[in-house]
Structure formats: C-alpha cells, structure tokens
C-alpha cells in the first residue's frame, strides 16, 4: 500500500470519502521507526489500525484530535503522547494508507488479531480488541 504524509491538505488530496481500512506509520526520513512490542519489535511502525465508513473523514478526526486532543482517539492519544515524547522521538513523521473496502470491520478484526498473534499486543493507538463474533468466524473463539 502506497503510504501519504498524514496530514490535511494530503488527506484531502489523496483519502476518499469511502469505507474501508487504514494505517497510521510512524517514520523518521521516509524509514520506519521500529516500535518495541511485547513479543518483538514492529518494524513497520504502526501506530494504529482501524476501519471507517469514510476514509477522509476519519484521518482528519485523527489529525484534528491529535492536535486539539478531542475528536478521535487515537489522535488524542497520540496528542497526549506527542507531547509527552517530543524529545524521545526526536524528528519523526506521520503517515497513512489505506485499503477501500465497504464491509471493513470484519477486514479490520482480521488485522488487528494478526498484529495481537505477531507482536503480543495490539498497536500502540489502538484500544479495542478485533470483534468477537469475527473472532468466532476466523475459529480464535467458540
């Protein structure tokens, strides 16, 4: 998937106003940054995995709360954390992609059970598990 800065005027550029599933990267000089999880590191550097009804919407959310710290949140927890980190983190990029699809969530339990078996956790921003019942379909649940 082809990857976009994370910001307004690329969103409104680049993101339709579609369903489907999307990923935030985070990146130092187009790398990016490996993530330390509790199994092993993320190389990839995703921050967040997620499904919406409408792509463009929901990025600026993400981009409005992480700025604002209300709308979204995984942006406010990524304005809570940016702010907190700034020197951590030294200079570092957002970026996004994303995949239309009109019936995501079941897409989106799939790779967030994926992410959870890979890496013993969910991604940094998320904060919900994959659905059950999708669970159920993909035989992880009775």
Do not use: W
């Amino acid at each position: 998937m082809k990857k976009f800065n994370l910001k307004n005027e690329i969103i409104e550029r680049n993101a339709p106003e579609k369903p489907g599933i999307y990923h935030i990267y985070c990146f130092n000089r187009n790398h990016p940054i490996k993530i330390g999880r509790l199994l092993k590191a993320d190389e990839k550097g995703i921050l967040s995995i997620g499904s919406t009804k409408n792509l463009k919407r929901r990025l600026k959310q993400f981009v409005y709360g992480s700025i604002k710290h209300s709308g979204h949140s995984s942006g406010n927890r990524y304005g809570y954390l940016n702010l907190a980190n700034k020197r951590k983190l030294g200079s570092y990029e957002l970026k996004f992609s994303f995949e239309i699809k009109k019936k995501c969530e079941f897409r989106e339990s799939e790779l967030l059970r994926g992410y959870m078996e890979k890496f013993g956790e969910l991604p940094p921003l998320n904060n919900r598990e994959p659905l059950y019942d999708h669970l159920k379909i993909l035989g992880y649940a009775e």
